[in-house]
């Protein structure tokens, strides 16, 4: 039997598709984001969720006339099936395929790029100025998480939306949660909101009497909307937003298409902001997203019978010896307290949250407030540890520079994903924090090479006063070089001599692990050395080991301190070493590579060729990790190539 679902090749179709079919329609598309997501992973849960909300949308909006500007971007898949895309689905998330969030390159359905939350009624806002000014016509909408919501950028867009005297619809898709539980007092708000079904049938109610006095009825009810009377209040919900200036319409179920579709239309008649709440459920549709929406709110491939993960276990994380160790810290340490934005699963927070609930905070999606909230609590006294991603902590630059810098306060940044994450793509790569952080005064930045070596910075960061940033890749731990485990010093690298590791003579002390000897004693300009930035180390081990294959000498040195760099180290390596290469998972741009330039330069060491091994100034789209590496030429063997090309030419 055919589906309905064959019958939508392109925008619009679904307006021709008969009104008692919607419903079988919504079915068929659940069915098919299950079976799809199944097979190549991603945002399943937001997306079973918001299935009838986006027909509802497609059958109001004219596309690509019009503009749809999704929040985070994550629940757009239907979006995508109903605009032309849905042939294309099975390659959601790889390497030049769908990608998992709009994109103007993909369709032209599609009117603003997303990932971070919290931009879309800015956006949106933006677009509807940039229509009246042009006197175009065409409507904009922005759906909005009750997550993404909490984020500050929304609130200063909904201060800022009070003043429009012209259409925009904001679709607030509130299912009560976040990545996990949502927070605050705004989600307590839209809580009273959703659940006094008692109140709003008596609100209903009243409105509908009033409704059916001819004429004076709807006069009434304006009048009460205007009104500064607190009666008002007893008639009219969503005040929050009414004060604020916006229209306000709701709660409306946000599975039921006609609803859906009659509040849109009134929407639609309002010249002004109007806000438009919809409850929805997240994993709508399947049982056990239903029942564990955080887990099935970003998957992996899984079994569609059992609900069960189908991807082959990673090993042990870097989040998971995050997790692990902020807990033996907070044992020992009972100032330590730890902050998400949001994330509490997956920066691993969240055995720290069940353990520890009166040092754990979670703050929303709000990473300004996030770190400057920890550089209060330092100044109390409190030792903060702020767990965040990579790509995340671009919104809180200012506070680390103004906040925690200046005041030289002693927060640490646990810096989740950093490097490249994989399918999430351009949005989320973590390959900018080295550029934006390690050029701050006053900020100690390391990366670790191994688990080990990772557990050791944390401590370290535990008892060091002063601002810290320890940056680390998503996924598997990295397992070898375990021998070498000098103490960390302040600003110290480490030298690790492969060479020596086979009759377990390692460099076991300082004197041997500053050792001039193994470089030579003078100037050798064919000698080679790798200063190599955290999950670097792994890859340089393998180019070392190949050098050496070659009759290449080529010494290796685990940079751990991006910053301060180890400069007393640099001047003696210059005495005795030709060639240097930098090797870091961050764009080149004010990476690490650039600052051993800058130092090679100030210091006039014109003799040293330095190569400079890093990602390139671009964002970097999605698709498996160790195939963007390969297209990117960044895995070993490219890397050495490479190498090899630019010393011998
Ligand atoms: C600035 C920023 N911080 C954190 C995230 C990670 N994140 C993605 S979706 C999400 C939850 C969004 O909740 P909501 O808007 O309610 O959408 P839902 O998942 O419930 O559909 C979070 C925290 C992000 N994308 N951007
Ligand atoms: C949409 C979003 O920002 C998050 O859901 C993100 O995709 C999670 O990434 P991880 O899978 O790396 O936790
Ligand atoms: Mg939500």
Redesign the pocket.
């Known amino acids: 039997m055919s589906r309905i679902l064959d019958n939508i090749n392109q925008a619009n179709d679904i307006k021709k598709i008969n009104p008692s079919d919607y419903k079988k329609l919504a079915e068929e598309i659940r069915k098919f984001l299950v079976q799809n997501i199944s097979k190549t992973g991603g945002h399943l849960a937001?997306n079973l969720g918001t299935v009838e909300l986006t027909m509802a949308l497609h059958l109001c909006m004219d596309f690509p006339k019009d503009k749809l500007v999704w929040d985070v971007g994550h629940q757009a898949y239907t979006h995508k099936l109903l605009s032309g895309r849905k042939n294309d689905f099975c390659t959601l998330r790889t390497f030049e395929g769908l990608s998992g969030f709009p994109k103007k390159k993909e369709s032209n359905c599609d009117s603003f790029d997303t990932g971070h939350s919290s931009t879309s009624i800015s956006a949106a806002m933006g677009l509807v100025k940039a229509r009246d000014l042009k006197g175009e016509n065409y409507r904009v909408t922005a759906v909005i998480?009750?997550?993404a919501l909490s984020g500050g950028l929304a609130f200063e867009a909904l201060n800022n939306a009070a003043r429009l005297n012209s259409n925009l619809m904001i679709v607030l898709?509130?299912?009560?949660?976040?990545i996990s539980e949502?927070v605050g007092g705004l989600a307590n708000y839209l809580g009273q909101l959703r659940t006094n079904v008692k109140y709003n049938k008596f609100k209903d109610s009243i409105e509908n009497a009033l409704n059916h006095i001819p004429g004076l009825g709807s006069i009434i009810m304006d009048k009460l909307r205007k009104s500064k009377d607190s009666i008002k209040r007893l008639v009219i919900p969503g005040m929050l937003f009414e004060d604020m200036g916006l229209t306000y319409i709701g709660p409306i179920d946000g599975h039921d298409i006609n609803q859906l579709i009659t509040a849109f239309s009134s929407a639609s008649k309002v010249n002004e902001a109007v806000l438009v709440h919809v409850i929805t459920k997240?994993g709508r549709g399947y049982k056990p997203a239903e029942l564990n929406p955080c887990w099935y709110h970003s998957v992996e491939s899984f079994d569609v019978k059992t609900g069960k993960n189908s991807t082959p276990k990673k090993g042990v994380t870097y989040t998971d010896v995050f997790s692990e160790t902020l807990l033996e810290l907070a044992k020992e340490n009972e100032k330590l307290v730890a902050i998400t934005a949001a994330m509490p699963s997956g920066t691993g927070l969240n055995k720290f949250m069940r353990q520890y609930p009166e040092r754990f905070f979670d703050v929303g999606i709000a990473e300004e407030h996030a770190v400057t909230y920890a550089a209060g609590l330092a100044s109390g006294g409190l030792k903060p540890f702020v767990a965040i991603y990579s790509t995340f902590l671009q919104r809180a630059y200012d506070q680390i520079l103004h906040d925690v810098c200046i005041n030289k306060l002693p927060v640490v940044l646990a810096i989740d994903r950093a490097g490249l994450v994989g399918n999430d793509g351009e949005t989320h790569q973590g390959i900018f924090d080295i550029s934006f952080l390690s050029h701050m005064p006053s900020m100690t930045m390391l990366a670790p090479k191994n688990k080990q070596e990772f557990r050791q910075m944390l401590y370290f960061a535990n008892q060091f006063d002063g601002p810290v940033a320890i940056r680390y890749p998503r996924g598997r731990v990295y397992e070898g070089l375990e021998e070498f485990q000098t103490p960390i010093e302040y600003g110290k690298s480490e030298i690790i001599n492969l060479n020596k590791r086979k009759n377990n003579d390692v460099f076991g002390t300082d004197k041997d692990q500053t050792s001039l000897d193994i470089f030579g004693k003078e100037f050798q300009p064919e000698t080679m050395v790798i200063l190599a930035v955290g999950s670097m180390v792994e890859t340089a081990v393998q180019v070392v080991k190949e050098l050496s294959n070659l009759g290449k000498q080529a010494v290796l040195v685990n940079v751990r301190f991006i910053s301060p760099m180890d400069e007393a180290l640099f001047h003696r390596l210059a005495l005795s070493t030709g060639v240097w290469i930098t090797m870091e998972e961050n764009v080149k741009t004010g990476g690490y590579g650039e600052k051993v330039a800058g130092f090679l330069m100030e210091h006039n060491y014109r003799q040293i060729r330095l190569i400079n091994i890093s990602l390139p100034d671009q964002f970097i789209e999605q698709g498996d990790v160790a195939v963007l590496k390969e297209k990117l030429q960044f895995d070993a063997a490219s890397i050495l190539k490479n190498i090899l090309a630019k010393v011998e030419s």
């Open positions: 937001s998480g009750d997550g898709n509130d299912n009560n949660m976040s949502n997240k």
